[in-house]
């Protein structure tokens, strides 16, 4: 029945959209000139045209139409090409009019309001947030003071295998080298291990991992509501509620790792100092405006990003 309905209404708001697109009086100002592209539905544009393989979709209509399309997707202007020298200079020349990335529901829903560096708009803050990754994360000297827990979970990688094949079962090396990635991940970014001995413990692994798992998914996933705003009223599938409520669970998550670094900093005496982690970093760092610390959307976000 809700099949029926929806099918139903979205046959009568084409048809709708298309009497208002020929009766509604023409614009006397002057449209700019756009790339040639196939003619558009109303409301839908041109996503109908596109398939279960887009990306050949795409070159069939560069081969048609030239080597820059204009396609209307929904409410979405987009162009594609397949021309090397439209491709550089897109790249190159004008690579600070496309840098920033779509405002995805996903990306608002999961990433702090597109907050965090890989999904932040191009701008002075994207410019300050990926300066703190570069400087206190990815510079040799960082790196190199995680050696001794990469040599650790190298070990306890060899002593898992080994573990395993007396059992003379099969060894599932995607799991067995998953967790060995993340860990060495985990360990540097939140100073916790997931996996193996010495991990936090069965179920706030598995906590951590089904929250990665949803976030990579939904972040991957082309959502309808996006190119087609009244989508969102029906969200049939429930989409945008399972990011909100995925949304909620990393917040809660991201929050719990903060309170425990500022609680483990405040017990820590002189004589018991360790090794500051990406998040120890992130507290101990000045925040913008002259403010004493950074704030707690700021780390979260760029906690966010690490783990992605």
């Known amino acids: 029945m809700d099949l029926i309905f929806l099918c139903s209404f979205l046959l009568i708001a084409t048809l709708v959209a298309h009497v208002l697109q020929r009766r509604w009086p023409k614009s006397k100002t002057k449209t700019k000139t756009l790339p040639p592209g196939p003619p558009r539905l109303p409301i839908f544009g041109n996503l109908l045209q596109l398939g279960q393989q887009p990306h050949r979709d795409l070159a069939s209509l560069c081969d048609k139409y030239g080597p820059l399309v204009y396609l209307r997707l929904g409410n979405v202007d987009a162009i594609t090409t397949n021309d090397p020298d439209t491709i550089r200079e897109i790249l190159l020349g004008q690579d600070d009019v496309f840098a920033s990335r779509p405002r995805t529901l996903a990306a608002v829903h999961l990433a702090y309001g597109c907050g965090d560096v890989a999904l932040a708009p191009f701008g002075p803050q994207w410019k300050r947030m990926r300066r703190i990754c570069m400087e206190q994360l990815l510079t040799i000297k960082r790196l190199d003071s995680f050696s001794k827990q990469r040599e650790e979970e190298a070990q306890h990688l060899v002593q898992d295998v ?33 996996f193996g001995a010495g991990s936090s413990g069965p179920q706030e692994a598995a906590e951590f991992m089904h929250i990665t798992h949803e976030l990579f998914r939904l972040l991957g996933l082309i959502y309808l509501g996006d190119y087609l705003p009244f989508w969102r009223w029906i969200d049939p599938l429930g989409c945008e509620r399972k990011m909100m409520e995925v949304g909620k669970r990393i917040d809660e998550f ?6 425990e670094h500022r609680a483990s900093s405040n017990n820590e005496s002189k004589e018991e100092a360790k090794e500051m982690d990406f998040v120890d970093v992130l507290l101990s760092l000045p925040g913008e405006d002259g403010k004493e610390h950074m704030d707690d959307l700021e780390i979260k976000a760029l906690i966010q990003v690490k783990v992605e």
């Open 254 to 259: 991201h929050i719990k790792i903060i309170e």
């Open 162 to 194: 080994w573990a395993q094949s007396r059992t003379g079962k099969p060894i599932d090396l995607r799991e067995v080298l998953g967790g060995f990635s993340m860990n060495n991940v985990t360990r540097m970014l939140l100073g916790k291990q997931y």
